[in-house]
């Protein structure tokens, strides 16, 4: 769920002229921006939003020692940034250790990798540290995709929780010990993967559905659950499951075992299904009750109080009500565990705009009393943390306004911590900010931030943005635009001033956001931007700075794109081979790197985080149904000086409407587990696969139908393939009756 980065948005209807358009196109932006990272939260006074480290690698997850190390999860080793290695980091006094405490070769391509981080309760004296991690096939492709749920474990990539022993600020890989396995990863999205300990000793998992949402709605599977073990080094497997709701089930087996034997019968690890993608959770003080966000579709992002042996309902219902939809009544269909809190997408079935991240029990004292015993949660697509009060005389948690925090971006992990602050990581993107608009350095973006109580309301500093068109010129007499876009004081201390430092020996303060330099020399300079708001007394932001290369053009090259699969199609269809390639470089390159992301509507799925070569390979593979998607290939060039240009280009997907009909018309269908009142059409990528369901009993024009068959054949729930051409599809129903009702004769 992870990694998501804002651009327009585009209307639907122009999808397919803009994709015509903008396909043949090699995009080239300039590089980067300024040293500043992640903007303040906007907090209620008294409170600051504080870095603790920065420069992280695509951070994903952290947690906390008791002897006060903060354990952080990034991406890549001490020497690569390749996606399919990860690393445990240090911060300890201060500061994060340069030194690795573990790496692990893991599947890291689209939303897998080292996801989750947990410490015994007994560390300090054993040492233990628990981690949920994508673990690469033990046959075959090691980090492919594999769609059957049923398949062998040792064909496909498989998420597993494993524990390792922590000596000092080192993890020994030989200590793995294999606990949780074949947690199926089919389409690389869907993983969750958060570990808690709870106040029983028990470790808790979170799983999500793996990209097949039917996985999530039966206890004989571990995806789309909440997972109880209690490790222990007594039994061979390294737990037992001794008090979990299915541990004594008739058929009970042990699912988390490399290679099991699939079957129909109740998994010992399970403790709550029917979950999406509970991507965070935390465990309440004292109760030891789980709330989790689970995130949701297209309607819904909802917390569940999990209790043992519930099911929370999904595909079938996504919040309160059906999957899809907004309903009133809530809570239909019953007969599954209720959300304790749920909200509405800004936009109904736009599932790109809200992500629920489960968050963090303030249990403390450092913040105002009213605080205590608050649930917070954040969203990290619309920017918000929001907490929730157990009201006593309604017996309800509700939503305290206005939210606590707002401004937020790529929050993706809050916890509260012993010294009575909460902390945050923000996490923008495998590479860096998209440039529709600007471009911005990943790494000053990808950080570990507190939210402190301060006593008394302070004006926060501001924080400096700095960018320049062009980055560098062959022209020594090139005017350089200066621009602090971007650049905003977290308490709104307006008019600010801007105090510009041009590296050549010249300063200018404006109250202007741009303002202009021309450099008489050759050579490489670096300007810095200061910004000054209007409080009382007013604060002046760190320092923002970027270089500037006269007499020097950047580097240039194009992007070469050919789809193997058909020569002749300049449009993707799903699973197709496409080829990528460098072309024309100027003379001046000295080194190139690939990245691929995927874009989904108004955010991204890491794809090919890190790729080398002059030329490479990938297969359109995402099974997203939602047709406004994209793949984004990012060439990033730079010289001998050090100056860096990306180049992009965007591979689009062919799309066709897709028509489905009722006889009677008005009936009701379901298409990709999203309801529709019949006749709809809609567009899909062509090549999806694509589960479609007309259910019955239903109720059309007052009377009660079954279903009687499709037109293309079938059950009244399949998986259709959605073909080249324009395809209508259609549902019969017969009146109940004539099923019913038997012919009696006499």
């Known amino acids: 769920m992870t990694d998501m980065i804002r651009i327009k948005s585009l209307a639907l209807k122009l999808i397919k002229r803009f994709f015509l358009v903008v396909l043949g196109l090699s995009l080239l932006w300039p590089a980067p921006t300024s040293v500043q990272g992640v903007t303040p939260l906007t907090l209620p006074p008294g409170f600051v939003d504080e870095l603790v480290v920065s420069n992280l690698l695509s951070p994903r997850a ?185 541990d004594q089930a008739s058929g009970a087996r042990y699912c988390g075992v490399t290679l099991p034997s699939y079957g129909d019968t109740p998994c010992r690890e399970v403790y709550a299904f029917g979950l999406r993608n509970p991507f965070r959770f935390t465990i309440q003080p004292n109760t030891g009750i789980p709330f989790v966000g689970d995130v949701g579709g297209g309607v819904w992002e909802e917390i569940d109080s999990i209790t043992a042996g519930s099911n929370y309902g999904w595909p079938t219902r996504e919040g309160p009500c059906a999957n899809g939809v907004n309903c009133s009544p809530p809570f239909t269909p019953s007969g599954f565990a209720d959300p304790i809190y749920s909200y509405l997408h800004a936009n109904i079935n736009a599932n790109s705009d809200s992500a629920v991240i489960g968050g963090a029990f303030y249990s403390g004292t450092a913040f105002p009393i009213e605080y205590r015993g608050d649930y917070f949660f954040a969203d990290v697509l619309r920017g918000f943390i929001r907490r929730l009060k157990y009201n006593v005389s309604t017996s309800a948690w509700e939503a305290v306004t206005p939210d606590f925090a707002t401004g937020g971006y790529g929050l993706i992990g809050l916890k509260y911590h012993t010294d009575g602050n909460l902390y945050y990581i923000s996490f923008v993107s495998e590479t860096r900010v998209d440039c529709t608009v600007s471009c911005a350095n990943p790494s000053q973006a990808n950080e570990l931030r507190r939210i402190r109580y301060t006593n008394a309301p302070s004006n926060q500093s501001p924080v400096a943005q700095i960018s320049v068109t062009p980055t560098g010129s062959s022209d020594i007499n090139q005017i350089y635009t200066f621009s602090a876009q971007g650049s905003v004081d977290p308490d709104g201390n307006t008019p600010l001033t801007y105090n510009w430092d041009f590296g050549n020996g010249i300063t200018e303060t404006t109250t202007a956001l741009t303002t202009t330099q021309v450099y008489t020399q050759v050579g490489i300079y670096t300007a810095t931007l200061t910004v000054t708001d209007n409080g009382l007394p007013p604060a002046t932001s760190s320092p923002a700075t970027i270089r500037v290369y006269p007499g020097n053009a950047p580097p240039t090259a194009t992007i070469v794109v050919t789809n193997t699969t058909e020569l002749a199609r300049d449009l993707y269809h799903v699973n197709d081979n ?80 897709v028509t489905f009909v009722t006889q009677p018309t008005g009936g009701q269908i379901k298409a990709d587990n999203v309801g529709y009142t019949t006749t709809v059409t809609f567009p899909r990528v062509v090549n999806l696969s694509s589960s479609i369901e007309a259910p019955y009993p239903q109720t059309i024009n007052g009377q009660p139908y079954m279903f009687q068959s499709w037109s293309q054949g079938g059950p009244s729930a399949q998986t259709i393939v959605i073909p080249d051409q324009p395809i209508t599809y259609t549902a019969t129903f017969v009146p109940a009756q004539q099923i019913f009702l038997p012919l009696i004769r006499r």
């Open 578 to 657: 496409w080829e990528y390639g460098l072309s024309n470089p100027s003379a001046d390159v000295a080194s190139y790197s690939w990245s691929i992301v995927f874009h989904h509507q108004t955010h991204t799925h890491p794809f090919i985080p890190n790729a080398g070569g002059a030329q490479g390979s990938f297969i359109t593979n995402f099974n997203e149904w939602d047709p406004v998607v994209w793949y984004r290939i990012i060439l990033t060039l730079t010289d001998p000086e050090g100056q860096t240009t990306y180049v992009e280009r965007d591979v689009l997907p062919e799309t066709v409407d």
């Open 62 to 246: 952290f947690t906390f020692t008791p002897d006060g190390r903060i354990l952080i999860l990034e991406r890549g080793s001490a020497s690569s940034n390749d996606s399919n290695l990860a690393s445990v980091r240090v911060f300890k006094n201060g500061a994060l250790l340069a030194t690795r405490a573990l790496t692990l070769d893991v599947c890291g391509d689209s939303e897998r990798g080292l996801l989750g981080i947990a410490v015994d309760p007994n560390f300090a004296n054993n040492g233990y540290v628990y981690l949920y991690y994508t673990r690469h096939a033990y046959s075959g492709s090691a980090c492919s995709y594999n769609y059957h749920p049923n398949a062998s474990g040792q064909t496909g990539p498989r998420n597993r929780v494993a524990r390792f022993t922590m000596s000092g600020d080192t993890i020994n890989p030989n200590t793995q010990k294999i606990l949780i396995d074949d947690i199926i990863t089919n389409v690389g999205y869907h993983n969750a993967g958060d570990l808690h300990f709870g106040p029983d000793g028990y470790l808790y998992i979170s799983t999500g559905d793996g990209g097949v949402s039917s996985l999530a709605s039966t206890n004989t599977n571990l995806n789309g659950k909440i997972l109880r073990i209690l490790p222990t080094d007594a039994d061979p497997r390294g737990y037992v499951t001794t008090g979990n709701p299915f």
